[in-house]
């Protein structure tokens, strides 16, 4: 014991001399640290293994996260909003007198049954979803069932009033938030967030979090890692209702940044609403004046036809995007890119898989060739274990601040924390990955004392930072949307030449 004690220690102190003395930390001591840790855990020891690369990063984060040279001063978000009931996945299912049994995926929900059977099969792989509910007076059942289930709580719910609260957390920036608000949303949200008075109304829409955790048991389904499952029966954030009132009240507003969220819901309202619901959106989209940058976050989908049209139609008018592993294979698999064969990941997302499709998507949809007329041009990746934030070269600038932002969050807000406790967080991260699945390609290292890797594949630039998962998360859903915020918030558009 008195060995392993000293040499972490011995450890620890080596890796904090050569963060401050040595630039370039020798490959051979990041190798060893890696390596020898884990056999000091499997030597027979019942102690957990001291934190020292968790602690090595958290510091070095510390020292990478710096302001932009030019902050975003008035943001727009819209239009999804809507109240969050959080509540035990398998306790509400129980409570709804529902017997554990087999899963399937529903691309939209008719009954408890299918509820059920959709619950299951996302917990089985401890995956985040989003269905809607089409039958209205079923969803208010289980909707009071929810509300009156022991511990259940409420929260700002919807990705732009996420993301909204999170910007808003910054004092020095004005957010203005436009969605269905209603009375209960407005009391929660942040003093500082402008609501139009279109955007208020008289009922919330209320959205159900079905969390589990992670090892969970139900019958013979087990959760690998804790996630949520969401269900609603929203009529107004499925048809974007408040998108044109939004776009018009950019005029006199006049923001730096505009944020959009919400197509995914549009998804349960039916082919034909989303036809021509999505004609409009790209027509109020095109409306934005083109020097405001547009930053879009998806969120999970069945449909390949529609995933594939935004695609086609929505990416290429937007200046950013973000997205989780789930929603990257979707969009592949949706568009015909690469890697579109696989079904689901297998454990941790293969750092080499992602980073083809990151370039796919921005050599296809994007501006990563000059002559191209789409605006896309960036792309916050986010995943349990890592982050990568990918940029055509001249477009954008702070990216290793602003991934590593986005990933120091992710650690701290699972926990329920305002700073990263690396007691309570663990790295899972590849230290070794490759830049692509197939050759040509460069083998590339997480050196933890300066934790955030770059590569370039032709004029695209990748910035991975490892995440710090909490062992224990007191909260899963809203990740995302804090983790594309606060990246944003360390984000700058560089200024591009007149044409």
């Not at 899963?103 to 509820?115: M, N, P």
Request: aromatic content about 6%.
């Amino acid at each position: 014991m008195w060995r392993k004690a000293v040499l972490v220690a011995l450890l620890a102190l080596g890796m904090g001399y050569l963060y401050h003395t040595d630039p370039e930390l020798p490959a051979r001591v990041l190798n060893y640290v890696s390596e020898s840790l884990p056999q000091m855990e499997q030597s027979g020891s019942s102690e957990p293994r001291p934190p020292v690369l968790e602690e090595a990063i958290a510091r070095a984060w510390e020292t990478l996260i710096t302001a932009p040279a030019r902050r975003w001063a008035r943001v727009a978000v819209g239009v999804n909003a809507c109240v969050d009931v959080v509540v035990s996945g398998v306790g509400l299912l129980q409570a709804l007198a529902l017997e554990p049994g087999s899963g399937r995926d529903h691309g939209v929900l008719h009954s408890k049954e299918d509820l059920k059977e959709a619950f299951i099969h996302y917990m089985g792989k401890g995956a985040a979803a989003e269905r809607f509910f089409s039958d209205k007076e079923v969803f208010q059942r289980i909707a009071r069932a929810a509300a009156e289930y022991p511990g259940a709580q409420l929260y700002v719910g919807g990705n732009a009033a996420l993301i909204g609260q999170k910007l808003a957390s910054n004092p020095e920036l004005v957010v203005l938030l436009c969605g269905p608000v209603g009375p209960k949303l407005h009391d929660m949200l942040d003093e500082q967030i402008i609501v139009p008075p279109e955007s208020l109304q008289e009922m919330d829409e209320f959205h159900l979090i079905l969390e589990y955790k992670s090892g969970e048991q139900w019958g013979s389904s087990r959760a690998p890692q804790a996630n949520r499952f969401i269900l609603s029966h929203d009529v107004s954030n499925g048809e974007m209702s408040t998108l044109e009132t939004f776009v018009a009240s950019l005029e006199e507003f006049q923001p730096d940044l505009v944020v959009l969220s919400g197509l995914h819901m549009m998804e349960g309202m039916g082919r034909d609403l989303w036809e021509e619901r999505l004609k409009e959106a790209v027509v109020a989209i095109s409306d934005v004046r083109n020097e405001v940058p547009i930053h879009l976050e998806l969120a999970s989908m069945t449909d390949r036809d529609y995933m594939n049209r935004i695609l086609q139609e929505v990416l290429p008018i937007v200046n950013s995007i973000g997205l989780n592993e789930q929603e990257l294979l979707f969009l592949t698999q949706s568009g015909g890119g690469p890697h579109a064969d696989l079904a689901s990941w297998d454990g941790i997302p293969d750092v080499g898989r992602v980073s083809d499709i990151l370039l796919w998507v921005l050599e296809q949809h994007g501006r990563a060739d000059p002559e191209s007329e789409a605006d896309l041009t960036r792309i916050h990746f986010h995943t349990l274990a890592y982050h990568i934030l990918a940029t055509v070269d001249g477009h954008w600038g702070n990216q290793e601040a602003a991934v590593s932002a986005g990933a120091r969050v992710a650690s701290s807000q699972a926990c329920g924390l305002q700073a990263v406790d690396v007691t309570k967080v663990v790295l899972r991260a590849p230290l070794n990955f490759y830049s692509s699945f197939s050759e040509p390609r460069k083998s590339l290292t997480v050196d933890p004392t300066r934790p955030v890797t770059v590569w370039r594949r032709g004029n695209v630039s990748f910035h991975l930072t490892p995440v710090l998962v909490c062992k224990q998360p007191l909260r899963t859903v809203g990740l995302g949307d804090a983790i594309s915020a606060e990246g944003l918030l360390f984000s700058e558009v560089t200024p591009q030449p007149e044409l």
